[in-house]
């Protein structure tokens, strides 16, 4: 059974950080790559970060790119990083972890690529 699993969402001001973890179990699940997306209230799931499998491609959404940083660490789970630095209150919202297994020549921005989600984690960022 693939579980999605994120943690370290929480409450910070602007201008400060927190690092969000994507867990990912699951027997021979190999996804082609992972990706973060956010959704606040009253608005679209907005595409925010990427990474494939291997490491070597990775996206960004406009509205993060120079202050989000996606990385992955590959043991016995895999483990989706989020760090996310110069918070701003727009980054406000719940922050989901996807996993797809189609491949692509680059990482997808589109949520409707991606096959496997988590739960949520609720980011609030204060003025």
């Known amino acids: 059974q693939v579980q999605l699993v994120e943690s370290g969402g929480g409450l910070a001001q602007a201008g400060g950080s927190l690092r969000l973890s994507c867990t990912i179990s699951?027997?021979?699940?190999?996804?082609?790559?992972v990706g973060w997306f956010r959704q606040a209230p009253g608005k679209e799931r907005e595409f925010v970060s990427g990474i494939s499998s291997d490491g070597r491609r990775i996206a960004y959404g406009d509205s993060v790119k120079g202050r989000f940083t996606i990385s992955s660490v590959n043991t016995k789970n895999t483990v989706i990083y989020l760090q996310m630095d110069i918070l701003k209150p727009e980054d406000t919202a719940v922050y989901y972890c996807a996993a797809t297994l189609h491949q692509s020549r680059a990482v997808s921005g589109s949520d409707s690529s991606y096959d496997y989600w988590g739960q949520g984690t609720q980011v609030t960022v204060s003025s």
């Open positions: 699951g027997r021979a699940f190999d996804p082609y790559a």
